[in-house]
């Protein structure tokens, strides 16, 4: 139980410097594919888009 909790921490402390440290293009692009993502999954929906308020935040 500790081992799994020492390695989710640790994974997620590891991550943050990579976040930081990105560049301005590779941002630009995660975004784009996230959008074109999005944008498949609303086409293969056949009604109204419903969030919850979790799915907002």
Known sequence: MIVSWL????????T??????????AKDSELLVLRHENA??????????RYEPADRF
């Open 7 to 14: 390695y989710k921490v640790t994974r997620k402390l590891l």
């Open 16 to 25: 943050v410097p990579s976040v930081l440290l990105r560049r301005g293009t």
């Open 40 to 49: 498949v999954l609303r086409r293969q929906l056949t009604g109204p888009v």
